[in-house]
Every structure is written in C-alpha cells, then in structure tokens.
C-alpha cells in the first residue's frame, strides 16, 4: 500500500476529489501532504496609491492558500491520516516533482478536469504525463464529480 501520498490542489473540484479519495487508498498512510502551487514571479506593484512589495504579495498568498488547505488537512485528520501541507511558488510541474522527492512519494495524486481557479496559473490537471516521467512515484489521477447532466446521460 501507498505510505507516502502528495495531493497538488489547484481549487477545482477535480483536484478535491483527490483530497477525499485518499482515504479508500491506503488503509495506513504514514504522511498525506497537500500543497498549493502558485505560479509567477511577482514583483512590486502599485494598489491605489500604495506600493506592494514581493515578499508581501507572497506572504498574502501563503496565508490565502494556507486557509484555502486548512479543511482539507482537517477533514484528513479527523479521519485519522497524519496530514502536512505547503504553499509553494514556481513553476507547478518543478514544484510537484520536487515536493514528491523531498517527501519520497508513494502516489501522486492529481485531479483529473480542466482545473480550477488556478487553471490558467498552474495548469496542473495537464502535468501528468510529464510528472510521471519525472518522479518514482506512481501518477493517478482522480476523477471528479460528475455534473449532473453527465451523470443522468451515462445512467440512461
């Protein structure tokens, strides 16, 4: 069984469904990790008026993605699952292949939908492939919640 699992979140609902699947995947896993990737070189920049450093865009986005992994890790805790997480800032595919080495992935877990409020950024949900070829881990990807439309279709 899987000991060590890196689910990369990018807020859809695919990715989130990862979230929720790694409790039916290992009956004992020794870490869970969720990370949050952000992507961009940020430099100062002008809010009415004001000047907003780097290091303060990216403490504000470390807090924002440490909220937005915050009931995640919960919820994973609560069902007895020893949970670690990082907001991290670069490129995804370098950010998640270095995350799954350091931790010594097991499994990768990936949405696997268009992405969410991240797509444009991140692009995770198109990194599989790739990631797979970079890490010693296996690669699986979740699929997420089916619309019902979708559903109601396939049920016919």
């Not at 800032?89 to 877990?109: F, Q, T």
């Not at 492939?129 to 010693?136: D, I, Q, S, T, Y």
């Amino acid at each position: 069984m899987y000991e060590r699992i890196l689910i990369p979140l990018d807020g859809s609902q695919e990715a989130e469904a990862a979230a929720h699947e790694v409790v039916h995947l290992s009956a004992n896993p020794q870490v869970v990790h969720l990370q949050l990737v952000e992507n961009g070189v940020m430099q100062s920049r002008q809010l009415e008026g004001y000047t907003v450093y780097a290091d303060q865009i990216h403490d504000a986005h470390k807090r924002s993605g440490e909220a937005y992994l915050d009931p995640f890790r919960r919820m994973l805790g609560d069902k007895g699952l020893h949970v670690e997480t990082s907001v991290t800032n670069g490129d995804p595919m370098g950010e998640v292949a270095e995350r799954a080495e350091k931790l010594d992935a097991d499994l990768v877990l990936l949405g696997a939908g268009e992405g969410g409020w991240l797509r444009r950024r991140t692009r995770l949900s198109n990194i599989a492939p790739r990631l797979a070829k970079k890490v010693k881990a296996h690669v699986l990807l979740v699929q997420g919640p089916m619309k019902p439309e979708v559903a109601l279709q396939r049920a016919a």
